[in-house]
């Protein structure tokens, strides 16, 4: 039976294994993604969770299992361009970098255009809403290298949205943010998700940002260790496990939303993790 049951998955990964120089980097990953499901990824240093997005995105072979996305295995040639968005890991953007927030969004929709072909009047509109949900309307003609962190981070979320707005994977999208714009950056997607219907698939090593809005957490060190509601990972044996360390939180609040009520409700703990 399918990991998705009676559910049609986006993602689907079945016993993916993955080798690099002879190491293992994953073994025996299983999971599943359904439409409109937020699922986070979280692991230590080290642990394969840059390798899980590639192997999704058809970017690097598994040695063994399967992998579908929209039924389709990754990277093969009946895969639809508009499959997905993505938002790698990546810098601040260079200030001297000559190009504007439209530009940059525009490269979205490369995948869409064919080659030679100039984007159309529809493709520019596809630009401007894009912007639009990311609250950087007025932005369209800044240079992006202007633009503080957060913004930035908010143009390559446009872009991904530029071009899919079925599925959504990021790969660390608020490293090098401050603790507010982080949230803020979550809060957005999280906004976005339910609005637009996504399909979200994130990697973070900030365990408690991504918790308090993901549906479903994973984490792995190499294996699958946990897996299930945020605040049940978050206060698991296994994910201790996964980062063979202690855990030494500060007491703090942690926010998780709670889709059967509609309002978050607030878990309190006096865990937390440094990665």
């Given at each position: 039976m399918s990991l998705a049951d009676s559910e049609q998955a986006v993602v689907e990964l079945i016993d993916v294994s993955v080798e690099r120089a002879g190491r293992n980097v994953l073994q025996d990953i299983s999971l599943s993604v359904t439409a409109g499901q937020f699922l986070g990824i979280v692991g230590p240093n080290g642990a394969g969770k840059t390798t899980l997005l590639k192997?999704?995105?058809?970017?690097?072979?598994v040695s063994s299992g399967s992998v579908r996305v929209f039924g389709i295995e990754p990277g093969t040639e009946g895969q639809d361009p508009h499959a997905f968005g993505y938002v790698p890991q990546r810098q601040s953007i260079d200030p001297r970098f000559p190009a504007t927030v439209a530009d940059v969004v525009m490269m979205?929709?490369?995948?869409?255009?064919?080659?030679?072909?100039?984007?159309?009047?529809?493709?520019?509109?596809?630009?401007?809403?894009?912007?639009d949900w990311v609250g950087l309307a007025d932005r369209q003609q800044r240079p992006v290298g202007q633009l503080s962190g957060g913004e930035q981070r908010r143009v390559l979320l446009a872009q991904a949205l530029c071009a899919s707005t079925r599925l959504l994977v990021l790969d660390e999208p608020t490293a090098g943010l401050d603790l507010p714009a982080e949230h803020e950056f979550y809060a957005l997607l999280r906004r976005l998700q339910e609005q637009l219907g996504l399909t979200v698939v994130a990697v973070s090593h900030d365990l408690l940002a991504l918790a308090g809005q993901a549906d479903q957490l994973v984490c792995i060190n190499q294996r699958m260790h946990t897996h299930g509601n945020p605040?049940?990972?978050?206060?698991?044996?296994a994910l201790r496990e996964a980062y063979s360390c202690e855990f030494n939180f500060l007491a703090g609040e942690f926010a998780f939303h709670d889709h059967a009520t509609g309002p978050e409700h607030s878990h309190t703990d006096n865990d937390g993790t440094k990665d």
């Open positions: 192997v999704l995105l058809g970017l690097w072979p979205g929709r490369l995948c869409c255009l064919g080659p030679f072909k100039r984007p159309r009047a529809d493709d520019w509109k596809e630009v401007a809403r894009s912007l605040a049940d990972v978050v206060h698991s044996h």
